[in-house]
């Protein structure tokens, strides 16, 4: 393979490699506006990355088989919901700490999507997955067209997804609330609004959102399920809203450049490069350590009560 054709390939695998973690980068976004980092991401998105597989690999007959992907969407979505909601209930209700009820529930939920996937299925099984859908006219744009508009329709929302995160936190009354709950939340209470409340919703949003990023990975990207295809990412979708400054489209860009990084090196497996295969895979995984060492100025423009819980009845 030419250097030209190694390069389009990385870019046209390095956008849809992006979404499961763009998805997930995003609702964690909103969970560190509201004060609250939630390192239980990748359980979330084992959790969403499971159930979203059961509807697909079960419905393959009948009047619903060409809804099972709509449905394993929709139940990860619930699940991550589900467990932002025991999250909260553990770090704003009870107050506990949350690094470590997050390395719980990331526990929890990569234990229990394991679990049960080997009690209900048993083994690596591939489902049909979600189809690519090539934008009429703009798919036949010269290399652009392959690159950016040939995906299955979750690349489109993922990135729609982008503008209109950027428009919920900036230019809507929710999202003056949770950046004030993760800045000034004593301040914030006294102009009424309802600390614990907003981070509730902000934790539920994440939530959906790393389910909905989980269920990607096992409904478009790898279309199966297997114990260890989170890989990580919930790890690094906390990481790149460090990376992106808590921005909506700083975050895209930590999420692309991860993904490239991670499509260089499968083209340097597949395309018989010789170079140690086990640094191409620390690739990515190294990248974020050093541009997080760039930026670490960044966490002194974060929310300023992040990971500090509220107690309405503590004077300090």
Known sequence: MNSGGMLYNILSLGVPFSVALLLASLGEMFNQRAGVFNLGCEGIMCMGAFLAFLPSYYI?????AAYGNLIGF????AAGILLGLLFAL??????ADQGIAGIGLQMFGWGVAGALFRHFVGGV????????????????????GGIL????????????????????????AWGLKVRAVGTAPRAAD???????????QALMAGGAMAGLGGAYLTL???????DDLVAGRGFIAVALVYFGRWNPVGIMGGALLFSLAQTLQLSIQVGGIKFPYEFAVMLPYVLVIVVLSLARQARMRGPAQLGIPFNREMRY
């Open 60 to 64: 393959k007959d009948g009047p619903l």
């Open 125 to 144: 099984t591939s489902v049909e997955g979600l189809a690519a859908w090539a934008i009429p006219g703009l798919s036949k744009i010269p290399v652009l």
């Open 190 to 200: 006294s102009m009424g609004i309802n600390v614990n409340r907003v981070r509730y």
């Open 90 to 95: 553990v770090v704003v209700t009870f107050r």
């Open 220 to 226: 478009c990207q790898a279309r199966m399920f297997a």
């Open 74 to 77: 929709v139940i990860a979505m």
């Open 149 to 172: 508009f040939n995906h299955n329709p979750m690349v489109y929302i993922a990135f729609l997804m982008v503008p209109a995160s950027w428009y919920l936190l900036y230019k809507t």
